[in-house]
C-alpha cells in the first residue's frame, strides 16, 4: 500500500510532532514502513527528532527541504532569510519519500492558514501562478489526506471546528482528528465531552487521542507503543475508503445518460472515462490517473481547476445570495460585473443582456437585430447573412445560421431561411486559389451581395478571426476590419460570435481588439466564468437600445428572457476570472506561451499524415489527410480523430476532435512544460494512428 497522511493542527503549539512520533510507531509495530517529512521548519529540531525517534534511514535534507533559523512564522522567517520556500523542491522530495515508503506522514508548519509565501510567486506543478501561497495550498498541491491535531480543554470546539470548515472550504480530505492530551491531571468536564461534540458538530471521524507525555524525547518508540496501545484507531487510518465501484459508475452512466455530440452506441460498447476531480490543468479520473486538459473543458476553462480565488468567490456569494429573478428585480453581483464587462469590451458597447450559453448569446444578438428594424419601422430588414462553414451554437435560431451540415442538416425543416457567402479557406481554397486572391473574390461576392439587397438585410453574424468548429480556420489579417467598414456602410448590423474566441484564446481579451472593431452585438460564453458555471452575454451598443425604448401600450419591449438571467453565484465566477486576468497579468504572460507553441507545432509536419497545422493564440488545428499532396481527407468511416484522442489518453491527456482535425486549446494557464507534455502526447497518438 501507498499513502500519505499531512498532518496540521488548530494551532501552534499543540503538538503536531507529537501526534506524528506517535501516529508513526504505531505503524511500525504494526509492520508498515513509515516514512516522515517536515517540508518547512523555522526553529527547533522537529525534523531531526522524527528521524532519530522512527529511526528513519532518508537524509534530513530529503525530510526538511526548506529550514529557517528564527522560530517565525514562514513567510517572515524564511524573507528575512532573503530566500523563499522552494515549494516545487517540496513536491519533488514528497514524491521521491512517497516512493520509498508504504505510508509517509507530512508534519505541517503551525494550521492550514499560515502563510508559506507572501507576496510571492512560485509555480508548482499542476497549478498556476500563486500568490500569498498557505500551508492548505501546498495540501492541495500535495493531494493528500489532512489528519487534524488538536488539544483537549476549553477553546478547542471553536479551533477545530474553524479548521474543519477551513479545510472542506479549500476542498481537503480530512481522515480524521487526533486529540493531544497537553496537561497531566484528571479530565475534566470539556476534555471529556470535546471527542463526542467535535464528531457530531464536524461530521469527521475521531481518531483517538494521545495520552499526555512529561518527557516523550526520552522515551522511545516500544514504549509509545505500550502507552498508546489502542488509543488510536489505526484501521480507521488505513483502510481503503469506501467509495462507490467504478464498475458501479460507468454501468449508471450507460444506464441512465446521454451525452451530447456522442454516438451513443460507440458509447454504450465502449469504457466511459468518468472524471472526479481536477487541479490546475489537471482532470483526475475515478481510476485515480490524471490528464492534462488539452482542450480546457470543451473551450472554457482559462485559468485552471480549482483556482483558489474563483472558490473564494463563489462561497462567498452563496453565504449573500445564490439567486433571485432577474424580470422585474436586479442584484448587485450581476450589475457589477455588467459594468466590467462594458469597461473590457470594445468601445462603444454599453448594454449587457445576460443568458444561460453560448446558443442563447447568440439567439439573443439574432432576436434583437431583427426586432430592431421592426421596431424602428425597416421592416423589409429580415434577412440574416452568416459564413458558409459557420457554426453559432445548438438552439434552433442559432442552427438557422450555421452553415456545418453535419450538425445542422437535419432541421433544415425547423429553422429560417438565411443567406450564406463563401469565405477564404487557404488549406482548401477551390481550384488552387490562394492568398490573397481567394480573399479578394469571397469578399466581392459578400460586397455585391450587401449592395444588392442591404435593404432586406438585418444582420451579417461571424466568428471573428477563427471559425472554430469548421476545423480552426484563421482568418486572414485585417479581413474583419473590413467587413465592420462594410456593414457600416450598408447599415448592416454586425453580430461578433466571441463566444470561442474570447477571453485570451487568440491573444487578445477579445477577437475584435486584433482590429479595433466594434460590433453592433458582442456575444461572449464558454470563458465568462473560467469555466466554472455556465453564463452568456450579449452586449449592444446605446443605439440598438434606444430602438427598444417605447411606451408599454406599444409592446415593442425585448420579450426574451431565462430563468436564471443574471445568477448572482455565475456573475461572481465571471468577476473574479476577471480579476484575475488583471492580477496575474494572463494576457501578458500569454504571449511567451503562444510563440513557443507556434514554433514546437512545427514539428508535426514531420508526419505524412499531417496536412495543415492552424493557430491563432492558443487555438490550434492539426488537420489529418489521407495524402498530403493531393489533400485527400480519410473517410468518415475510419474516425481518425476520434482514434487519435483515444490513444492520446494513454499519454495523460485530454482531447476532443473535430472530424479529422485535431483540436489543441488548453488552458492559458497551462505551463510551458505542460505545452510540451500535450505536443509530445499528441504527436505520438496520431504516429501511431496514422
Known amino acids: ?13 499543540v503538538g503536531k510532532t507529537i501526534a506524528t512520533a506517535v501516529i508513526g510507531a ?4 504494526k509492520g508498515f514502513d513509515v ?10 529540531r522537529d525534523a531531526q527528532f522524527l528521524k532519530d525517534f522512527l529511526n528513519i534511514s ?77 500551508v492548505l495550498d501546498l495540501v ?6 489532512l489528519i487534524i491535531v488538536s488539544r483537549l480543554g476549553l477553546g478547542t470546539i471553536n479551533h477545530t471546528l474553524l479548521t474543519i470548515n477551513q ?37 469527521v471521524p475521531v481518531l483517538g487521542t494521545i495520552p499526555y507525555f512529561s518527557d516523550l524525547p526520552a522515551m522511545n518508540a516500544p514504549q509509545i507503543v505500550q502507552r498508546c496501545a489502542n488509543k488510536i484507531n489505526l484501521k480507521s487510518l488505513i483502510s481503503p475508503e469506501q467509495k462507490l465501484s467504478i464498475s458501479h459508475w460507468e454501468a449508471w452512466d450507460k444506464k441512465y445518460l446521454w451525452h451530447p455530440f456522442t454516438q451513443m452506441q460507440d458509447w454504450l460498447r465502449d469504457e466511459p472515462l468518468v472524471m472526479e476531480e481536477a487541479q490546475g490543468c489537471y482532470l483526475k479520473d475515478t481510476h485515480g490517473h490524471w490528464y492534462l486538459d488539452g482542450v480546457s473543458s470543451l473551450w472554457v476553462n482559462v485559468h485552471g481547476h480549482r483556482k483558489k480565488e474563483i472558490d473564494c468567490a463563489l462561497k462567498n456569494q452563496i453565504n449573500r445570495l445564490s439567486h433571485s429573478t432577474f424580470l422585474g428585480l436586479s442584484n448587485t453581483t450581476a450589475i457589477q460585473l455588467a459594468k466590467k464587462l462594458v469597461d473590457i469590451t470594445p468601445q462603444g458597447l454599453e448594454k449587457v443582456f445576460y443568458s444561460d450559453n453560448g446558443s442563447t ?35 434552433l435560431g442559432s442552427v438557422s445560421v450555421g452553415g456545418i451540415a453535419l450538425f445542422h442538416k437535419v432541421y433544415r425543416e425547423l429553422t429560417f431561411e438565411t443567406m450564406a457567402v463563401q469565405f477564404p479557406d487557404f488549406y482548401r481554397a477551390p481550384n488552387g486559389k490562394k492568398y490573397p486572391d481567394h480573399t479578394e473574390e469571397c469578399f466581392k461576392t459578400m460586397e455585391d451581395l450587401f449592395q444588392l439587397k442591404h435593404d432586406s438585410i438585418a444582420a451579417f453574424i461571424v466568428e471573428p478571426l477563427v471559425q472554430g468548429a469548421a476545423g480552426m480556420i484563421v482568418w486572414p489579417s485585417g479581413l474583419l476590419q473590413r467587413i465592420a467598414r462594410l456593414c457600416q456602410r450598408y447599415d448592416i448590423l454586425l453580430i461578433a460570435d466571441e463566444v470561442a474566441t474570447g477571453f485570451g484564446r487568440t491573444g487578445k481579451m477579445f477577437a475584435c481588439d486584433h482590429e479595433g472593431v466594434t460590433p453592433d452585438f458582442l456575444c461572449l460564453a464558454k470563458g465568462l466564468t473560467g469555466g466554472y458555471l455556465p453564463l452568456a452575454a450579449t452586449l449592444t451598443t446605446k443605439r440598438i437600445f434606444a430602438g427598444f425604448l417605447f411606451d408599454y401600450k406599444d409592446q415593442k419591449t425585448f420579450f426574451h428572457g431565462h430563468t436564471y438571467t443574471g445568477n448572482p453565484l455565475a456573475c461572481a465566477a465571471a468577476l473574479a476570472n476577471l480579476e484575475i486576468f488583471e492580477k496575474e497579468q494572463t494576457l501578458r504572460h500569454l504571449q511567451p506561451k503562444i510563440k513557443y507553441l507556434a514554433k514546437s507545432l512545427k514539428k508535426f509536419y514531420n508526419l505524412p499524415s499531417v496536412g495543415d497545422i492552424r493557430q491563432k493564440g492558443f487555438m490550434v488545428g492539426i488537420e489529418l489527410v489521407q495524402d498530403r499532396r493531393t489533400k485527400k481527407p480519410y473517410p468518415w468511416e475510419e474516425r481518425i480523430g476520434v482514434r487519435v484522442c483515444q ?14 482535425v485535431i483540436v489543441l486549446m488548453p488552458p492559458l494557464a497551462i505551463t510551458i512544460d505542460e505545452i510540451d507534455q500535450l505536443l509530445q502526447a499528441t504527436y505520438r497518438a496520431i504516429e501511431k494512428v496514422t
Open 35 to 44: 516514512g516522515v517529512m517536515k517540508p518547512v521548519q523555522c526553529g527547533g
Open 167 to 203: 479545510a472542506r472550504d479549500a476542498g481537503l480530505k480530512i481522515k480524521g482528528i487526533v486529540f493531544n492530551t497537553l496537561k497531566p491531571g484528571a479530565p475534566g468536564l470539556p476534555e471529556q465531552t470535546n471527542l463526542e461534540t467535535i464528531h457530531r458538530l464536524g461530521k
Open 1 to 13: 500500500m501507498k499513502k500519505s497522511f499531512f498532518i496540521t493542527a488548530t494551532d501552534t503549539g
Open 58 to 134: 532518508d537524509s534530513l535534507e530529503e525530510i526538511n527541504p526548506c529550514a529557517a533559523q528564527e522560530p517565525l512564522s514562514p513567510h517572515l522567517a524564511f524573507s528575512r532569510q532573503k530566500k523563499n520556500v522552494d515549494v516545487k523542491k517540496i513536491i519533488k522530495n514528497f514524491k521521491e519519500l512517497q516512493s520509498h515508503h508504504d505510508i509517509l506522514l507530512i508534519e505541517g508548519a503551525g494550521g492550514l492558514l499560515v502563510p508559506l509565501l507572501s507576496f510571492s510567486f512560485c509555480l508548482v506543478e499542476r497549478s498556476s501562478i500563486k500568490e500569498n501561497y498557505f
Open 140 to 145: 492541495r498541491d500535495l493531494d493528500v489526506e
Open 26 to 29: 504505531l505503524l511500525q509495530a
Open 361 to 395: 448569446s447568440v439567439e439573443v444578438a439574432l432576436k434583437m437585430a431583427y426586432q430592431y428594424w421592426q421596431n424602428t419601422g425597416q421592416t423589409k430588414k429580415t434577412k440574416i447573412v452568416h459564413l458558409a462553414n459557420s457554426y453559432h451554437g445548438d438552439t
Open 647 to 660: 490513444e492520446v489518453r494513454r499519454y495523460g491527456v485530454i482531447l476532443r476532435p473535430l472530424g479529422n
